[in-house]
C-alpha cells in the first residue's frame, strides 16, 4: 500500500495536562491521523492499548511519575504486534536510550508541525506494508550512500564508503571517518535500518560500525571489547560481541577486511 494512503490511529501520553492538549491537538491536526487516544500516564495507556484495536503509534513522553516512558516502552516491544514508539521529550539526554528500546523517532519539545510531520511520515512507511497485507518493502541501499551535513552556510556530502562508526548524540548522529567527524542531524535507528544491509551493525545502543573498518578487537581496562578503527575505538556491549565476532570472520573469509581504510 502506498504510505500516502494510510490514515493512523495513535496514542498521546503525558502526565502534563496542557503538554497533551497540545499534542493531542497537533495530532488530530495531521491529515493523515484518523483517531488521537490520549493516556495522563503510562498505568492508563497500557490500559488503552489492552483494550481497544491496534494502534499504529504511541507518541510518548519520558518523564512520568511511577512507570516512566522507557519503561512503558520496553514493555511495548513485548507485545506481539507492538505499536511504533515516537518519544516526545524536554530533555536531549534521554535519546540513545530512547533509540536503545527501539524508539523509531525521538521529538524535543516544543515540537513544531513540521518536526511532527516528518514523524509520522515515519510511522506511515512502517504502517503501509502492514495495512496492504504485503511484506515490508525493503529500503532503497543507496538511499543514503551519501549523507548531506550543513557547516557555516554550506553543505558537503559525507560518502558511507568513508564512514567507519557513527556515534548517536542526541537527536543527531556523529558521522567519523578516518580524518574527521560530523555532525548529521538523523537518528542512529534510522541510519542502521538503512545501511544495516551494506556492511553495517549496531554494536551498541549508541553506535553503528562498518565492519570492513575494524582492524582488531581489544579489551578495555574495565574488562569490555573495543572495535579498533583507524577513526578510533567503538565499545561493543556484550549482547553484540558474538555477532560482530561472526560478521568479521565472515568478512575475513572473504578479504573484505580493512576495505575502508583508505
Known amino acids: 500500500m502506498n504510505p500516502a494512503a494510510v490514515r493512523l490511529r495513535v496514542l498521546a501520553v503525558d502526565d502534563v495536562a496542557p503538554a497533551l492538549d497540545e499534542l493531542c491537538r497537533l495530532l488530530a491536526a495531521a491529515p493523515c491521523v484518523r483517531e488521537v487516544l490520549r493516556a495522563g500516564d503510562a498505568v492508563s495507556a497500557l490500559r488503552i492499548l489492552q483494550g481497544t484495536e491496534r494502534l499504529d503509534a504511541v507518541f510518548l513522553d519520558i518523564s512520568m511519575p511511577g512507570m516512566d516512558g522507557l519503561e512503558l516502552a520496553s514493555l511495548l516491544a513485548r ?37 511532527l510531520d516528518a514523524a509520522l511520515g515515519r510511522v ?46 542526541g537527536d543527531y ?10 555532525l548529521v542531524r538523523i537518528p542512529i535507528s534510522r541510519l542502521e535500518e538503512h545501511w544495516g544491509g551494506v556492511g553495517y551493525v549496531r ?26 578503527t583507524d577513526a578510533g575505538d567503538v565499545p561493543v556491549s556484550r549482547r553484540h560481541a558474538r555477532q560482530l565476532r561472526d560478521l568479521l570472520l565472515e568478512a575475513a573469509t572473504r578479504g573484505e577486511l580493512g576495505g575502508a581504510a583508505r
Not at 137 to 146: G, I, R, S, V
Not at 173 to 182: F, I, K, P, S
Not at 203 to 228: C, P, T
Request: aromatic fraction near 6%.
Open 79 to 115: 507485545m506481539t504486534d507492538p505499536p511504533e514508539i515516537v518519544f516526545v521529550t524536554a530533555f536531549e539526554e534521554h535519546a540513545v536510550s530512547a533509540y536503545g528500546v527501539g524508539a523509531l523517532d525521538y521529538l524535543l519539545k516544543p515540537v513544531s508541525a513540521e518536526r
Open 203 to 228: 554494536v551498541h545502543r549508541g553506535f553503528l560500525l562498518a565492519v570492513r573498518a575494524v582492524q582488531e578487537l581489544r579489551s578495555d581496562s574495565g574488562g569490555g571489547l573495543l572495535a579498533h
Open 173 to 182: 548522529v556523529r558521522l567519523h571517518t578516518r580524518d574527521d567527524a560530523h
Open 124 to 169: 506511515r512507511r512502517v504502517a503501509a506494508p502492514a495495512a496492504g497485507g504485503a511484506e515490508p518493502e525493503t529500503p532503497a541501499l543507496d538511499e543514503l550512500a551519501a549523507v548531506p551535513v550543513e557547516l557555516a552556510g554550506r553543505t558537503r556530502w559525507v560518502r558511507r564508503d568513508d564512514v567507519r562508526f557513527a556515534e548517536a548524540n
